[in-house]
């Protein structure tokens, strides 16, 4: 079976998407927009619509994000879509998020969290609860925020994500770091790379190497972070990404600052 007209242009804007050209994204799914608008499938509508919510997401359009992730709400309550409903809620509890409106997006994420439960959906769960960790260690909440990552493991574990782990664990250094309890956090941060470094995953490395800089740092290892952060440049010239510049400035100052603290040592010998 072909597909539609209207699933296709959805198909060329996710193409789009995972490539990161948003605006030849969001025109794709626009049009498709217009095709659903004039056809009697509420399915087809809900996919466009969501797709349109996530392109505006992740371009800082929380607004229209919050209006097309509404409508596909009130469809899937319509269609009795229940796994549907609950990721968005968590779509709508992450626009708030984002904008640092913490109550209201936990209160999103809450609501998903019930429908999920019912569901049994523990993939999504895992995802959420880390989410919720992480509203809770935005608040400062510490204890609730490790409870909640706990959960989020234990769960990613059950369900066989390893991924999911390693970005857990990296989340729960950043809460430590935050919580200045510096060595939890290059505990966490390296079994974090542990895994990642299992899976060859480069991405996630240099994620959980960029924890362990910022940990040692912030103890006044330097050389150290200098070792860490140096991994992280690597990975981000290897990738293209965006943070290059900014962390190959910051390399440079901790090797400077590194150089000057061993000059003084010796002049302090001698």
């Known amino acids: 079976m072909q597909p539609s007209h209207s699933a296709r242009l959805n198909q060329q804007g996710n193409a789009h998407f995972s490539r990161g050209f948003y605006t030849e994204a969001y025109e794709c799914y626009a049009q498709a927009l217009d095709v659903d ?12 619509l969501g797709n349109l919510g996530n392109i505006c997401a992740v371009s800082g359009k929380r607004p229209q994000a919050q ?4 409508e596909v709400l009130e469809l899937q309550k319509i269609l009795g879509d229940d796994r549907g409903i609950s990721a968005t809620l968590t779509n709508l509890g992450n626009v708030h998020v ?3 409106e913490w109550e209201r997006g936990r209160a999103y994420y ?3 969290l019930d429908m999920m439960e019912r569901l049994e959906d523990d993939a999504a769960k895992a995802v959420l609860l880390s989410d919720l960790g992480l509203v809770a260690k935005e608040t400062r909440r510490f204890e609730q925020a490790v409870d909640y990552y706990s959960q989020s493991i234990t769960l990613m574990k059950r369900v066989g994500n390893q991924g999911g782990q390693a970005d857990v664990y990296k989340m729960m250094a950043r809460m430590y ?19 990642a470094e299992r899976l060859r995953d480069e991405l996630r ?3 959980a190497c960029y924890a362990l800089a910022e940990c040692h740092e912030a103890q006044d290892r330097d050389e150290e972070a200098v070792r860490f952060l140096h991994r992280v440049v690597r990975v981000d010239r290897k990738y293209g990404l965006p943070k290059l510049d900014e962390n190959t400035r910051r390399l440079t100052v901790l090797r400077q600052r590194l150089v000057k603290k061993r000059a003084q040592s010796m002049e302090a010998i001698s």
């Not at 608008?37 to 466009?48: I, M, N």
């Not at 209006?67 to 509404?70: G, H, I, P, S």
């Open 37 to 48: 608008r004039k056809s009697s499938d509420p399915r087809a509508l809900v996919a466009t």
């Open 67 to 70: 209006r097309y992730y509404q």
């Open 98 to 100: 984002d904008a640092g």
């Open 110 to 112: 809450l609501e998903a």
């Open 177 to 195: 770091a935050a919580w200045e309890r510096y060595e939890d956090a290059v505990a966490c941060a390296q079994t974090s790379l542990a895994i």
């Open 205 to 207: 490395v240099g994620g």
